[in-house]
Nanobody, 120 residues
Framework: QVQVVESGGGLVQPGGSLRLSCAAS????????MGWYRQAPGEQRELVAV???????NYADAVKGRFTITRDNAKNTVYLQMNNQKTGDKAVYYC??????????????WGQGAQVTVSS
């Protein structure tokens, strides 16, 4: 079983910065994609950014140039650096990891969610 724990989040003023972290643990042989999603009230969960095992990245148009996703493979951790934040970034941010378990099965896991509020 794979566990995912998020940290970071909180309140930031427009134009400010926050960093989210997400650490995966458990029955992990290798980690494929790691990504961040967000869900605003009344909205569907949407992809924010994803990073593959080789380091290639993909971003939602709304965050390109402002957010940066990185990963530390030695720590099974993914980060989301959020700069120049806008009120539209307010949402609960969820980490998602896709792994190959010790039993060579593909598994996925979600974090518990981190609230990000952008307000003056």
């Amino acid at each position: 079983q794979v566990q995912v724990v998020e940290s970071g989040g909180g309140l930031v003023q427009p134009g400010g910065s926050l960093r989210l972290s997400c650490a995966a643990s458990g029955s992990i042989f290798s980690i494929n994609a790691m990504g961040w999603y967000r869900q605003a009230p009344g909205e569907q969960r949407e992809l924010v950014a994803v990073i593959a095992s080789g380091g290639s990245t993909n971003y939602a148009d709304a965050v390109k140039g402002r957010f940066t996703i990185t990963r530390d493979n030695a720590k099974n951790t993914v980060y989301l650096q959020m700069n120049n934040q806008k009120t539209g970034d307010k949402a609960v941010y969820y980490c998602n990891v896709k792994v190959i378990s010790f039993f060579r099965r593909r598994e996925g896991a979600w974090g518990q969610g981190a609230q990000v509020t952008v307000s003056s």
